[in-house]
Structures are given as C-alpha cells and as structure tokens.
C-alpha cells in the first residue's frame, strides 16, 4: 500500500526528533512570518477552490481588457490572418463551399467562429468576450500543473503571472488562433501529468493535442515527446503501450475528418493545410531573415494565399496543395543547395525565440496597449520570461541527472522533477518547431504558460539552492541566468528596428483606410516618412493612400517626383496606371500600364488591367490581347477570365461569354464579378433554372445584394405561376 506523501511544507522527518507545535503569537496577533505557511497550507489542502479564485481573477483582469478594447480600431478592423479567419467563418455560416481543393489555414478556428456568429450574430465584440472567458482557464490550469513541480506558493505565483500577463490577453482578444492551441497544449499537459496511468486522461491528453495541431501543423513535433512520457511513467509494456496507442489515437481522432477532407479533394498529396509550404520558404528561403519577410515577386495584398505567384512560376493553374507541394519543393531544393545557410538560419532563429525583444507582425501589442489599461498594472508585459524559462529548463534537465523519484510529490503520481522536466522537454520542442519557420510574437504566444511556469520553477530552485546548504551553486544559476539575459539582449541583435516601427505604421494605415478613415491613414504614413523620406515603397505607398483619401492631385504629384528619381520602379508605374484609370485618365494609364509590363512582364494585374483601358477606349482587340496574356501568365486569373468573357458578351458572342464566367469562377468560386455576370447572361437567355442557382450563389456569397434578391424572387414566382 503506498503511503501518504508528505507535503512541500513539512520537513523531512530525520530532521525533527518528535513534533513540535508552533509557539503561540502574542497578543492574539498572527506573526507576519507564519502568513507564507498557512498560504502555503491552504494552498495544498484547497487546490480546487485556489484554482477557482484564480479564474476569477483572470477573468476580472479580462474584463477590464474587453471593456476597453471592444471599440478600438484593431477590435473593428480585420487584416490578413484575422481578415481571413472572419471570411471563412462568415462562408461556413452561409453554407459557401471552400474555395480551392484544400484548406490554406486552419479550419478549426473558423469553425469555432462559425458557432459564435451563429449564436450572437456576426459580432467580433461576443467572440472576444468568450474568448477572453476561456482564455482565463489558463491560469489555474498552469497553478495546477505547477503545483506537480514546485511548491503550491510558488505553483500560485505561476498562476497570478498567467492571469495578468499582457500580452498573453491581448492575443485572446485577436481574431487568431493562438489562444486555442494555448489552451490545448496546456490541456494536454495538465492531463498527461495528473494521471498518466490512466486511459481517459491518455486519450483526452491525445485530443487535446490534436486540436493543438489542427491550430498548427508543426505541434506534430509533440507528438513523440507526450509518448515518451507516458512510456518513462507507466510501467509494465502492456501499459505503455497501451497508453501510446490511446494517446495517438485521440490525436487521430481529432485530426481524421481534415485527413479525410484531404483525401478526397487534394490534388496534390497534403497533410494538414496549404500554408505550410509558403511559411517554410518565407522562414528559410533566399531572402529570409528569421522574421515575417514577403519576397520581392510575392504581392500579399492581390494573391494572399501565392496561388498566382506559383502559376506564373510553373504555366498552370495552381489549386492550393499543388501550391503548397511547390513551396516545399522550392525551399527543400534551396536548403540543400545551401546547407551552411540553412543551418545558420535554424540556429539564429532559435536564438530569435528566446529573445526579450518584440517581434510583431501585423498586430503589436506595445501599440495597441498605448492608452489602454493593458499597458499599466495589475498587468505587466515584457518576456522577460523567455530567458528565465530556458533557465529553469536547464535546472529541470539537471535535476533530473541527480535526483531519483521523489518521495515528496505533492499527490501520487509523477515526481516533481519528472514534471519540470517534461514541461521543459515540450517549451524546447516547441520552440524548434517554431524556429523551423520565422519568429512573431503570436507565435511564441501558445509557448508562455509553460515559460512563465518554467521561470517560476528557475526561481524556485536558485531560492531553495541559495537558503541551503549549496549555497556556491546559487553562484553558477545567477551567472548563467546573467549569460542569458545579456545573450538575449534587444542590441545585441542588430535588427533594423525603425523599419519595423515604419511596417507598424503602414499596417495601422492600411487599418484606418479599411474603416475609410482616410485622413488618420495619409498621417501614418507621413509619421513613417519622417524616418526614411526617400524610402521608395513608402511613397509609393504614401501616393496610393493619398489617392484613395481623394487627393488624386497630389498623389501624382508623388509620383511624379518618385518616378524622376526611379524610373524603373516598376510597381510605381503600376500603381500610378490604377490611379489614372480609377480617375478615367485611361489614355494616360495605358503609357503607365506600358512601363510597368516592359519593367516587369510578370506582372499579370497590369495586364488585366491595360486590357480595361484598352476596352473603354475601343480597342477590343488590344484589350483581348491583354487580357489572354493576364491569363497566360497566371491560368486561374479570375478577373482576366471575367473581363475576356464581359469583352465577348458586348461582342455578342454569348457562348464564348459563358464559358469566361465560368472558367473565372472555377479558378475562384466566390468571386462575385463572375458569378453576377453569369447570372445576368444566363437570366436574359431565359435558363430559368440555371439563372436561379447562380443568383443563390449570389446571395450565398453577399446577403444584402439587393438585385439578386430581386431577381431571384421575379424567378421563384414565375416558376410559381
């Protein structure tokens, strides 16, 4: 029969002749001393009600934070990932299929947001809140988890950091998925750790970890350092396998309906989703720095998901695993070619990740706290965890070689020692997989509890070591935690800092513009040509917010001066060309389309749109000839195939017509210009039934277009008639 183990608190009992009660404190009064103990006590004896307070606390702490952010410009206003995880929720709401033959990025968090829309309506202020209610389970999740590894006091302050760090709220009020794995990954943890004799536990730690892969494919790398726990903590094989298989089963079982959805529409053989094949090359390619850096050729704004880029690469149309087996390719073959480089990058990324430096991409959180109650206490912000987290790493992994099981763990089950270490042995997992790619904040977000646990242990033990009998060893912690603190230093980086101050502020442009606040958007850029006047790509794209805030004279005026100075800035010519034509200058346009293809002939969407030049001044057959050079340049060129069926509809060639809409929607099926015109040809042929399914797209597409709903109803009672 195993005994009762003995609590943190209580010392080892050949230390103490016989018990001894505790001198009475004078006066009544409790001395000031004993309060750490009787904490300590109520700890260990309540753990369900301390982990209950803690959610309390943290779910006050989110409060605040919701209340304030909610109306803020980065809570209205969505970009790239957020931008796209709200479109796909919105088209599972309305029943649109997926676009393309394989999911680009998780379909896990859009269908979460799918449920919420439902719910409370297409509200971002409802996603947050229950979000940031969820999120809060983060931090007594971490109390008791830490409360395996360290003392319960100790295990608490892990905990409190949870609850009021910063930067960890801000990201559970992001449309991302970041929160989500957080939680999975520390689900997984905490029930791996609490039973791993037990099979439920083994299976739910399984499906935990597979919603953590579902949110991103490289936690598969977890996957053998969960079973290898489950192996050093079961005994007997039958067990351990046992525990294995359950575990991997319930991974499986969470990752089996998007393997099947692969399956059976992937062209090209895919694991899990599409973007891991971009993320490796924009981590490891030619022109990589260890941080989010878009190629030269690679235009995020028009081909988000690099389906065009990949076509004009290879001459066909391109769906998004063959993108994605084409990405992987090319960094692959550009890694073996230069190994040394590959492998210098892999390790500056690693140093990247535990650096106390922020690295934001498009969301930053140094920025959006300015004035809110975030940036200033109870909250604090910094990573300063990161450093300490490799610390205690370090004294995990240590203490592991000198000590045996414990006989002090705080319940039956693991040794304290074990935990730390397995807690250790997945921040450092992780932190490789991360650094297979490119270094972010939001990416070392999931990462935090078990860093903030992990520093929380580090300090623990240089206490213990310093109040004990080693005390020489507290010397060798404190000099190796200083190593890490100066190795991790924001200077000794040599990053161009202004230039990502400069990318905030083009992103918090592009942010006002897309809630038409179009003034607030001209003075960031003005803000960020304050560092660098003569930066040509911010002023070219200094001239193109000029000219969507209305100031069309001036932004020529930019133009003008910059392509004096550049002429061969190609995406100038191209971008002056939108302006011209948008201002129904189109003669001067086609001179500035001109330039732009003869800098660069790749460049489909200067084809596309010298095509509608040439259409609006007459010239059919010029603008035929470019469009077909749009499209062979990029196959699934949705909007060359569009305007090449709308040229032959004025042509009076209806068959030629449809068969444009139709190649424009198969290349991207919710594409609205195609499907309208579709609707309109099929509508005047008097195809009825037809005519009617496109119209439901289009409204499937876009509820408030009026003249579908229109349309479709002058259909449906006809048919009724």
């Known amino acids: 029969m195993r005994t009762r183990p003995k609590r943190w608190h209580e010392p080892a009992a050949s230390m103490q002749s016989k018990p001894q009660k505790p001198p009475a404190p004078s006066r009544g009064r409790l001395p000031l001393s004993a309060l750490p103990r009787m904490l300590g006590a109520w700890l260990e004896s309540k753990p369900a009600l301390a982990a209950f307070v803690l959610y309390l606390i943290a779910a006050a702490l989110r409060a605040v934070h919701w209340l304030t952010f909610r109306d803020t410009l980065l809570a209205r206003v969505f970009l790239m990932d957020e931008a796209y995880y709200h479109a796909e929720a919105l088209s599972l709401v309305r029943g649109v299929p997926n676009p393309t033959d394989s999911y680009f990025m998780t379909p896990v968090y859009p269908l979460f947001l799918s449920l919420v829309y439902r719910v409370a309506g297409e509200s971002a202020s409802a996603v947050y809140a229950v979000q940031l209610l969820l999120g809060a389970f983060a931090a007594p999740c971490v109390f008791l988890l830490a409360r395996r590894a360290m003392p319960a006091t100790w295990a608490a302050a892990a905990g409190l950091a949870v609850a009021s760090f910063a930067p960890m709220v801000f990201h559970e009020a992001l449309l991302l998925v970041e929160w989500m794995i957080l939680l999975a990954l520390l689900g997984a943890t905490l029930l791996a750790v609490r039973a791993p004799a037990s099979r439920a536990h083994a299976l739910a730690s399984g499906a935990c970890l597979g919603i953590a892969v579902l949110g991103r494919g490289s936690n598969m790398l977890l996957v053998p350092v969960f079973a290898a726990w489950f192996f050093f903590q079961c005994r007997g094989r039958s067990r351990v396998l046992a525990q294995v298989a359950l575990l991997v089963l319930g991974c499986m079982g969470m990752l089996s309906p998007l393997l099947v959805y692969n399956a059976r529409h992937a062209e090209q053989p895919l694991l899990l989703t599409a973007n891991a094949g971009l993320n490796l090359y924009l981590g490891n390619g030619p022109e990589a720095t260890g941080l989010f850096l878009v190629p030269e050729k690679l235009d995020i704004a028009e081909d988000p998901h690099a389906l065009r880029y990949v076509q004009r690469e290879t001459g066909m149309r391109a769906t998004a695993s063959v993108a994605a087996r084409f990405w992987m390719q090319k960094t692959l073959q550009w890694m073996r070619s230069h190994p040394r480089r590959a492998l210098e990058l892999l390790v500056w990324k690693w140093v990247l990740f535990w650096n106390r430096f922020s690295f934001p991409q498009v969301e930053s959180f140094e920025t959006a706290s300015r004035g809110l109650p975030l940036g200033r206490l109870p909250f604090w912000h910094g990573h300063v965890a990161l450093p300490l987290a490799f610390l205690g790493a370090l004294l995990a992994f240590l203490g592991l070689g000198r000590e045996r099981r414990s006989q002090q763990a705080m319940d039956p089950g693991p040794a304290p020692v074990h935990v730390a270490g397995f807690v250790a042995a997945c921040t450092l997992t992780y932190a490789a997989s991360i650094a297979l790619f490119f270094i972010t904040d939001r990416y070392r977000m999931p990462v935090m509890p078990w860093a903030l646990l992990l520093s929380t ?54 942010r006002y513009a897309k809630a038409d606040l179009f003034d607030a958007a001209v003075g960031e850029y003005r803000e960020a040509l304050r560092s660098a006047p003569q930066d040509p790509d911010l002023r070219d794209g200094f001239a193109r917010m000029l000219a969507r805030a ?172």
């Open 457 to 510: 242990y580090g300090v623990w033990r240089f206490v213990a070591v310093l109040r004990g009998e080693h005390r020489p060893r507290a010397l060798g912690i404190a000099a190796v935690a200083a190593l890490l603190f100066v190795l991790t230093d924001a200077e000794r980086l040599n990053l161009d800092r202004p230039r990502m101050e400069r990318d905030l502020r083009v992103h918090e442009a592009l």
């Open 550 to 721: 209305g100031q069309d004279t001036l932004a020529l005026v930019v133009y003008h001066d910059l392509l004096l100075e550049k002429p061969d800035f190609a995406r100038a010519w191209y971008n002056l060309g939108n302006i011209l034509r948008r201002t129904r200058r189109h003669a001067e346009a086609v001179v500035a389309y001109e330039r732009s293809v003869a800098l660069e002939p790749w460049r489909e969407s200067a084809w596309n749109n010298l095509g509608e030049c040439y259409r609006v001044l007459g010239d059919t057959l010029a603008a035929a000839r470019a469009y077909r050079q749009a499209v062979a340049l990029v196959p699934g060129h949705e909007q060359a195939l569009n305007n090449l069926g709308a040229l032959r509809a004025t042509q009076g060639d209806a068959t030629a017509a449809e068969a444009g809409f139709r190649a424009a929607i198969a290349a991207n099926p919710r594409y609205l210009p195609a499907w309208r015109n579709l609707a309109i040809l099929l509508t005047n042929q008097q195809r009825r039934v037809e005519a009617r399914d496109s119209w439901r797209a289009i409204l499937a597409l876009d509820p408030g277009d009026t003249l579908a709903s229109r349309v479709l109803n002058e259909i449906e009672s006809q048919r009724q008639d």
